[in-house]
């Protein structure tokens, strides 16, 4: 089995309870959704939290945001949506507080970051990375993992190509061009869709999984998930990848999984993390299984990150980056996430693990 490495608002009440949480010294920890520690939750916070990353998060961020803020009144978070490559450039520069971000910091990228601290990553938003794409009259399509690398890679150039049509039977394709439509900025969804491409289709797609598209692949190409959905939206016979939240009106392609294929969707998603292990090479990352054949397993999925340093320079930094960590993987920051992004929760174990890294972060010195 081949692995390779990854991986608005809430209810009035929702909110009204973690806010009592959060003034309430009296609670406990484990009464609290949003795993704070008791001495966290009573601790003023206040200030302006800047982070910056994956625009994929951008949805699910209006909603944390808006959330973080009716629990802790006198704290503000700003969110730069750059890309991925951009946010954790801007973190390791000290630009940003915290990146977000659809892969995980490599080795080198580790080093630069959080000067005598160490990074760790909170998984924090699972979604489908849809295959998308805009043809007349045709709601969707099935393709295999082979098909689609060869339409990505450019060996397959007309939607009624045989290939398409023998995993389509019935449908009436049209012998329009296949326009490829890809990320012109490093991307986390780049990096997560061409390891699935690896992974899943390694004799067609001989690329390894990277943040920016092959340079010798010809085709359309767009900044940040926003652009590649509005060009592909404009483009008769285009296809594209995109988190799944942010396709607005766009078909998608149901992805050969085994003898079956698989639409994308939250709980499809979902159950592809249910299996993944922690990376190794970088705390609190995970490792997905690009070729899975389990039934209702959708393997082209995101998990995008909250990087954050286990020291800051000041009480102020802490506090924040402990606040806004702790909700954004509560269960009420995650139904947040879901009601506005259509995400999929992050699990008991995962929560688990986060907060006690999050917990753990102190003043630097």
Partial sequence: MKFSRFYRSAAIASVAALALAACSSDDSADENAGGDSGEQASAEVSGNLIGGGASSQEAAMTAW????TEAHPDLTVQYDPVGSGSGREGFIAGQYTFAGSDSAMDAEEQEQACGSGNVFHVPSYISPVAVAFNLEGVDTLNMNPETIAKVFAGE??????AEIAEQNEGVELPATDITVVHRSDDS??????TDYLNGAAGDVWTWEA?????????GESAQQTSGVVSLTTDTEGAITYADASQIGDLST???GVGDDYVEYSAEAAASAVETAEEDPEAEGARILDRSTE???VYPIVMISYHIF?????NEEMVNQVKAFGNYVISEDGQAAAEESAGSAPISETIRSEATERIDAITVAG
Avoid at 156 to 161: G, Q
Avoid at 210 to 218: G, M, R, S, V, Y
């Fill in 210 to 218: 990277a943040d920016a598209w092959p340079e010798e692949l010809t």
């Fill in 253 to 255: 392609i149901a992805v």
């Fill in 156 to 161: 397959i150039t007309s939607w009624d190509d």
């Fill in 188 to 193: 986390g969804t780049t990096e997560n869709f």
């Fill in 309 to 313: 340093c286990d020291t800051y320079d």
């Fill in 65 to 68: 945001t808006s959330g973080i």
């Fill in 294 to 296: 389990e039934e209702g």
